[in-house]
């Protein structure tokens, strides 16, 4: 997944917030699911009472890792297995992780979902490019959404919250003249309305993605941007279970950095929103204006350390981050409902092997970490970096 090479992108901000340092070393005891039907009440911020989920898969593949780890690095990486990270259901076949993170979830947890699998997917890159091809939004439907919406409705006793399609509206808005995103076009305004509409189900949570500061955030885009989005809502109906949107999804943007990373480009008069607190305020009344709930989920997994980036646009594996302001509804900021992992930290943006059907040039860039994994893929040095990096530290 990337955030497209659009023609008007760039932001930042550094790490922020007061951090709560968890030592916990083991997996906390199995508390008791809800033992009757959740109802999510979208008119409120739901972070505020059930916490994000920290699933077994994540848990497993850094217990994994660790066995290759030296001894401080691996007590640091047990204690990020213990934090709240989203389970992606990026391809068909990997709907199998849903019913078994569903069973792990307490009543007093929410399980984070990524719904991301559109035909023609990431059409401005290419290192997330999906299994579904344009023109098989059928196939989306009936063998996707659907499915995970049968799911969903066999345990109505878990609350879970859903970011749909990340990068999908906000490439429209951006980078409708790239052959890929013309495309895909129909099939995404499509698909991402099916999805809201199908999903809406009462203790479902859904967000949108929004992109971050540095691609919806310039004046030129604030409009169209929330117009799009506003758009996919209507269409599939207003459902009751909408609160908003997704920012900085696997983004390395600051929450309150001032001035911003990119502040001092000489562009950066075009973009007011610097940092992803000035995002989440200033798109948000775009999206008001536009008719939308704009209540916002921020993702800060990766955004620890800044300064990292040579472009505000580039989004592959940068060199050097660190895992950053742990999943809390304490934001500070009303229209921020949640600072939340939603890109699992160790997982690949991209792979750098140039001979590969999936390269994109951004994952060779020399902010890039090289060599790097399939996008999606264990990277283990990477990880690690991310460890000894966090900002709060581990
Ligand atoms: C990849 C997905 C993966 C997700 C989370 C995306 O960039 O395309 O396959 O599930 O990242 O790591």
Redesign the pocket.
Same mark, same amino acid.
């Given at each position: 997944?990337k955030f497209s090479q659009s023609t008007l992108l760039w932001l930042a901000a550094t790490a922020a917030a007061a951090p709560s340092k968890t030592s916990q070393e083991s997996p906390r005891a199995v508390a008791a699911a809800c033992s009757s039907a959740v109802s999510l009440d979208a008119s409120t911020n739901i972070w505020k009472k059930y916490k994000l989920h920290a699933n077994n898969f994540y848990r497993k593949e850094i217990e994994e890792a660790v066995l290759t780890m030296d001894a401080s690095t691996a007590a640091k990486a047990k204690e990020v297995a213990n934090v709240g990270t989203f389970v992606?259901l990026?391809t068909i076949a990997n709907i199998a992780k849903f019913e078994p993170a569903i069973a792990e979830v307490p009543c007093d947890e929410i399980l984070g979902v990524v719904i991301?699998d559109l035909p023609g997917r990431d059409c401005a890159a290419k +290192?997330?490019n999906g299994e579904l091809k344009v023109g098989e939004l059928p196939k989306y439907k009936t063998e996707y959404i659907d499915v995970i919406a049968g799911l969903i409705k066999k345990y109505p006793n878990t609350a879970i919250a859903l970011v749909i399609e990340p990068d999908s509206l906000p490439n429209l808005v951006t980078n409708s003249d790239v052959t890929a995103c013309k495309n895909s076009a129909a099939g995404y305004r499509d698909g991402v309305a099916y999805a809201l509409k199908t999903l809406n189900l009462p203790n479902v949570i859904m967000y949108i993605d929004a992109g971050h500061g540095g691609w919806l955030g310039w004046d030129a885009n604030l409009k169209p941007g929330a117009q799009e989005l506003a758009k996919a809502y209507t269409a599939a109906g207003k459902p009751k279970q909408f609160r908003g949107i997704a920012t900085n999804v +696997?983004g390395w943007n600051a929450w309150d950095l001032s001035p911003g990373e990119f502040s001092s480009k000489s562009d950066a008069k075009y973009n007011a929103c610097q940092n992803e607190k000035t995002y989440v305020t200033t798109f948000g009344a775009a999206l008001k204006t536009a008719g939308m709930p704009n209540h916002a989920i921020v993702d800060t997994g990766r955004n620890g350390v800044q300064g990292l980036r040579e472009e505000w646009g580039n989004w592959c594996n940068v060199k050097g981050a660190g895992f950053g302001i742990r999943p809390s509804a304490d934001t500070g900021v009303e229209l921020a409902d949640a600072f939340v992992w939603v890109?699992?930290g160790g997982?690949s943006? %991209?792979t750098s092997d140039s001979s590969a059907v999936r390269f994109d040039s951004f994952c060779g860039k020399s902010d890039a970490y090289q060599p790097s994994p399939e996008? %999606?893929q264990w990277h283990q040095a990477y990880f690690e970096d991310l460890i000894n990096n966090a900002n709060p530290a581990f």
């Open positions: 997944m992606w990026d991301y +290192a997330s +696997a890109k699992p997982e943006d %991209g996008a %999606g």
